[in-house]
């Protein structure tokens, strides 16, 4: 089953290649490659250099962090991602360090992380699959995080489970078409709403 992009104008390989199944494999990520993963996220960029991101990651079979973590996703998400190797919460710090003031830029910056780390993974032949449904409350109490820090995202990271006994629903979910919006609905010039001549 080919799940590439079909994109209108070309972009890398590794963007149109890229995916979010639904239904993961056991098979453990080495922990080279998951190290690699995070070392991406290292290197994204951020507001004033601030790296406003953290990871709480959970690997199955190696403590209860990755229990933990799936007890902190909404019930809909436990139900698939149990079966990732790897967990990981994406936590936001909403404050700068030096001067302890709001950072408009944390959400965003977390999420370029969370591309760059999404962007090594599947050079890897891995997958990642974000997800916002989790329980912020929860995370912070499980995992001690500060009042200025909230658990945001939440991530299976593994291999696509590709056998034919894996769950049927979880198999029609990972065929479903990809689609995304026209670049004239996002892509504006002149005024909000009135599509840039590309």
Known sequence: MSKNAATDHRIHNTLAVRWSPYAFSDKPVPAQDLASLFEAARW?????NEQ???YIVGIKGEGDTHARILECLVEGNRAWAQNAPVLA???VV???SLNGESNK????DLGLASANLVTEATTRKLFVHQMIGMDPEAARTEFAIPDHAEAFTAMAIG???????MNQALIE???KPRERRALSEFV??????NPARL
């Open 44 to 48: 994204a960029p951020s507001s004033y």
């Open 52 to 54: 406003p991101w953290r």
């Open 89 to 91: 919460l994406g936590v």
């Open 94 to 96: 909403r404050t700068f």
């Open 105 to 108: 830029a944390a959400e965003h």
């Open 159 to 165: 291999y696509r489970q590709t056998s034919d006994n």
């Open 173 to 175: 979910r990972d065929s």
């Open 188 to 193: 504006f010039a002149d005024r909000f709403g």
